[in-house]
């Protein structure tokens, strides 16, 4: 069974940059796929990014793409979200979720943590 602990939230300002942990324990994190998934306030879930279990492949949402790198550390079971020059408009609870298999854009994740919030104020 997979557990997962996200880190890392805060408030920052407009432009500033903060770096998620997604840290996993009890399964073989190594052949895991992880994505982020975020949602704001009266919102639904979205999809953030994902990498594959090799870390060979990654992919964004438009809404990250060019502003937010997704990394992994397999050693350290951990996958990272490096959020550049962020806007009030990406305030929302981040969640990080894990698959064995494919990554995939939709929420069909196996284990979910439970969330680091990050609020950006203008």
């Known amino acids: 069974q997979i557990q997962l602990v996200e880190s890392g939230g805060g408030a920052v300002q407009a432009g500033g940059s903060l770096r998620l942990s997604c840290e996993a324990s009890g399964d073989t994190f190594s052949s895991l796929s992880v994505a982020w998934f975020r949602q704001a306030p009266g919102k639904e879930r979205e999809f953030g990014a994902f990498?594959?279990?090799?870390?060979?492949?990654?992919y964004y949402a438009d809404s990250m793409r060019g502003r937010f790198t997704i990394s992994r550390d397999n050693a350290q079971k951990t996958v990272y979200l490096q959020m550049n020059r962020l806007k009030p408009e990406d305030t929302a609870v981040y969640y990080c979720?894990?698959?064995?298999?494919?990554?995939?854009?939709?929420?069909?994740?196996?284990?979910w943590g439970r969330g680091t919030q990050v609020t950006v104020s203008p």
């Open positions: 990498i594959s279990w090799s870390g060979m492949t990654t």
């Open positions: 979720a894990a698959r064995r298999g494919s990554a995939t854009a939709r929420p069909d994740y196996d284990a």
